[in-house]
């Protein structure tokens, strides 16, 4: 039985289809990461493993529980880091941990704390303010405040989007190396590809909206501690690169031919040029039909 | 000259320029078409004692300017703190339930322009039963409704501004009620409850002065009425002046806060 399961879940905000007939299991202490398009509708997916959203047909289980609602069991860091600014790096993270273990004296909790602040590498920037800190370290913060509520599975929601490239290398070994510490279900959000592969054991295209889908899973069989700089000559990443780029280039040559039927004409109604604009003779400026109010219809007598 | 010698006339020297042309017009109004009006020199000659000591007693209605401004500023204070409690709460639950929101805003809208001079007869006569204290709680009911308003407003701004993402947090971690309130919903409202409170405390001292005026209470504003009625139209410049100095540091103070409170 799997550990996450998901079963033909489909959603679609306001007649929209996002995602449709989703089925994904996932192993305990599997790294899945899944791609795709920016917009195919990737937050909305973990937005329903963590129980933001429920999905409108199909179901999502966690230990043959069905997720309804929201919990510290699935920790997760969100694409936007989503550190309460008031607090400071400890403090955002102690209020998760008061969450989770409220039974804790306040010694264990600060040392519980500390360990994950030390795990990230932030302990010079205990005490500052989340505006104090860079992207890549704000985006440390949250990891760290995810995994110290000790959570079942860890969603990651395009956590390493934000940085620039350097920093988004040296956080992807860094949630490398934590992993291999711990060995957490992770589900990953990304839409870079390489990062997928680098990171997971499996990685699974998501094609492009509107309903989006899961393509197939493929299987990353490069034995770990990976190396940043060999893998780009490994024939198998190599491979599994050009598979997962060229599925969701299929898929969207598809989306191509639907959204191009579609298109809506702009509502603006263009100043006619060819007449001559003097200052008794105005031409008519450009205007939104939305906006034109009468309508003069010519008869012949 | 050198660049702070430069700033230093900037914030010094053109401020004064300023208070100096506008004293000059008066000078010349009251010599030429205002003739009721008492020149600068004058005013001073006859407000001097007031100021020079401001915390003199020499009777109800005869007392240093400050002595007046004390007695103005608690009365406000009392009206303000309950315009604060009142319509902090009234703000959370217009920001967080839009049935609650679509229910009272029409009122609430109806009654915020309502002048001050409007609402005092009612609040005189609402507490009519307290005898001696009536003129006192209709002055803070007068105070307490004209300057919640703003606070009452940009709370429920606020609450509605608060990113998703703050409440997300509060999801996944399944914070309690009060926990979300406290942790959260607050924290991240208080800029803007700032902001309101600020307005409302100006709003607050502009009433002061017309509810003093129509009770005839002991405090700048009344000072202001009683020496209009004695003809002493000098004094009616030295409260006017008083007035708008309170009101000015008032605004500063309270925004001295409101930047100890701005988050990210």
């Known amino acids: ?301 | 000259m050198n660049q702070s010698a430069l700033k230093k006339i900037d914030w010094l020297l053109l401020p004064m320029i300023g208070v100096a042309v506008v004293v000059i017009l008066w000078a010349i109004s009251s010599a030429t078409w205002a003739k009721e009006l008492p020149s600068p020199l004058k005013t001073w000659q006859t407000s001097k004692s007031y100021i020079l000591e401001p915390f003199a007693k020499r009777g109800e209605m005869d007392q240093g300017i400050l002595r007046f401004t004390w007695y103005s500023l608690i009365l406000v204070a009392k009206g303000y703190a309950l315009a604060l409690i009142i319509g902090t709460p009234i703000g959370f639950f217009l920001g967080l339930s839009k049935p609650f929101a679509k229910t009272f805003d029409p009122i609430i809208q109806v009654l915020r322009p309502v002048s001050p001079l409007a609402w005092l007869p009612l609040g005189l006569v609402l507490f009519l039963s307290a005898g001696k204290n009536a003129s006192e709680l209709g002055a803070l009911f007068t105070i307490a409704i004209c300057a919640m308003w703003p606070t009452v407003l940009n709370t429920a701004v606020g609450v509605r501004a608060i990113p998703q993402d703050y409440l997300n947090v509060a999801k996944v971690l399944k914070l309690s009620r009060t926990k979300t309130l406290f942790k959260v919903l607050i924290p991240a409202t208080l800029p803007y409850m700032f902001t309101g409170f600020r307005l409302s405390l100006g709003i607050a001292w502009l009433v002061i002065v017309a509810a003093e005026m129509l009770t005839g209470r002991p405090g700048v504003g009344g000072f202001l009425w009683q020496e209009y009625n004695a003809l002493i139209y000098e004094h009616i410049i030295l409260c006017i002046v008083t007035i708008g100095v309170v009101g000015f540091v008032l605004d500063r103070l309270m925004s001295l806060v409101e930047r100890r409170f701005k988050t990210a």
């Open chain 1, 1 to 301: 039985m799997a550990f996450l399961e998901l079963k033909n879940v489909s959603k679609s905000f306001g007649g929209l289809s996002v995602l449709k007939d989703i089925n994904l299991s996932i192993e305990k202490g599997e790294f899945v990461a899944i791609v795709g398009y920016s917009g195919a509708g990737k937050t909305t997916l973990i937005s329903m493993i963590a129980g933001l959203l429920r999905p409108d047909s199909g179901n999502v289980t966690l230990n043959d529980l069905e997720i309804t609602a929201p919990g510290p069991d699935r920790g997760i860091v969100f694409q936007n880091y989503s550190l309460l600014p008031w607090l400071s790096v400890y403090e955002n993270i102690l209020l998760a941990v008061d969450q989770c273990f409220p039974n804790w004296s306040a010694a264990k909790k600060t040392e519980h704390v500390e360990k994950y602040i030390a795990m990230v590498n932030l302990t010079p920037a205990r005490d500052k303010k989340p505006r104090e800190l860079s992207g890549g370290m704000r985006q440390r913060v949250s990891v760290a405040r995810a995994l110290a509520m000790d959570p079942q599975i860890l969603l990651l929601d395009e956590p390493l989007s934000a940085l620039d490239a350097l920093t988004r290398a040296t956080l992807q070994d860094e949630v490398s190396r934590i992993w291999e510490q711990n060995h957490k279900t992770v589900v990953m959000i990304t839409n870079d590809p390489d990062e997928g592969i680098y990171l997971a054991d499996r990685i699974i295209p998501l094609t492009a909206g509107p309903g989006a889908t899961l393509g197939p899973s493929l299987k990353i069989e490069i034995p770990r501690p990976r190396d940043r700089k060999a893998i780009n000559h490994d024939p198998h990443f190599k491979e599994l690169r050009k598979r997962v780029i060229e599925f969701m280039l299929d898929s969207k040559g598809h989306r191509h031919a639907a959204i191009a039927k579609k298109l809506v004409l702009p509502e603006i109604e263009p100043e006619d040029l060819s007449i001559p604009h003097t200052f008794v003779n105005r031409r008519r400026v450009p205007l939104r039909r939305g906006e034109i109010k009468r309508e003069t219809v010519e008869v012949d007598s």
